[in-house]
């Protein structure tokens, strides 16, 4: 079965920026560049579908979350912020070059993502935990359930024989478990989605003094490479500032969401030997 992601998204405000057009003009220009450098990833081109919306389809599901992230970042600049409603699943007509002409549940679950993150009311749906999260996931959810209990004199435990084993697959409940048979289970949905949203709200939270030393981790990549080439930096100014950022939890919560993604796909796919 070949299982697909779309993602979508849309500038939060845009009608009211007053650089709107240069904006929507330096974006097309990135979505040219992304095209270019990610082609490996992508089922077809990134495609605006409106004017300040655009449409991602990924092959592979797990550099979803990367992708949001690179225009997360390339907006920065212009403090500009999305909306992103990532779907995942089949697609029900032929691939083209324009996204704008494919359909499917991949689609259909995309923009029901969007239209969950956008709505004013969304406490009330108890899908969102944040007001600054804009990040949603959905698909059809994989439950883990609950596995029968191994007992002996000194303690309880779960035996897995299988981790395909506890898993379903179900199209039609709750993202988050209201049916009464699936009430006390987790959806690997459910760890995703509280991943990022978690991994969102600490991002949030970074200062402009945390941001540039984490830029600059990043691009020299050591403690000594920082301070050879900012002798005014000093080692314990940036062990402070980027544990107090939470760089570190956020990378690793990266690398979890993306495995995680790896697993769902590989589950849908029916690929189970590959967990």
């Known amino acids: ?24 003009s330096d974006l097309k220009n990135y979505i040219r560049l992304v095209n270019s450098n990610y082609q490996k990833y992508l089922l ?15 092959k ?4 979803s979350y990367k992708f949001v992230e690179l225009f997360q970042k390339f907006l920065e600049k212009y403090e500009v912020d999305i909306y992103a409603g990532i779907g995942v699943g089949t697609l029900s007509t032929e691939i083209y ?7 499917g549940e991949c689609f259909i679950k995309a923009r029901e993502a969007l239209d969950i993150v956008k709505d004013n009311n969304r406490f009330y749906q108890k899908l969102l935990h944040s007001n600054v999260n804009n990040v949603f996931f959905k698909g059809s959810e994989i439950f883990i359930h609950k596995l029968d209990t191994v007992t002996d004199d000194s303690r309880k435990e779960y035996a897995f024989d299988e981790v395909a084993a506890s898993m379903v697959i179900a199209d039609s409940l709750d993202c988050f478990g209201d049916s ?4 006390d289970d ?21 200062t402009k003094k945390q941001f540039e030393i984490i ?18 930096i000093s080692k314990a100014s940036i062990s402070q500032k980027l544990h107090a950022s939470n760089y570190f939890l956020i990378e690793n919560n990266r690398l979890i969401i993306d495995k995680l993604f790896k697993v769902y796909h590989e589950i849908r796919k029916g690929n189970k030997n590959e967990i």
């Open 186 to 206: 987790v959806s690997l949905n459910m760890i995703i989605n509280a991943l990022i949203e978690n991994t969102e709200v600490l991002k949030r939270r970074i």
């Open 60 to 63: 592979d599901l797990s550099k």
């Open 215 to 232: 830029e600059l981790y990043k691009k020299e990549g050591s403690y000594n490479n920082i301070i050879k080439k900012n002798p005014n």
């Open 1 to 24: 079965m070949c299982i697909y992601g779309v993602i979508n998204i849309d500038m939060i405000n845009s009608r009211k920026l007053s650089n709107r057009s240069n904006i929507q």
């Open 44 to 58: 077809a081109p990134i495609t605006i579908t409106l004017g300040d919306e655009w449409q991602i389809v990924v």
């Open 180 to 183: 009464n048979n699936y009430s």
């Open 97 to 103: 070059e324009d996204t704008r002409l494919m359909d």
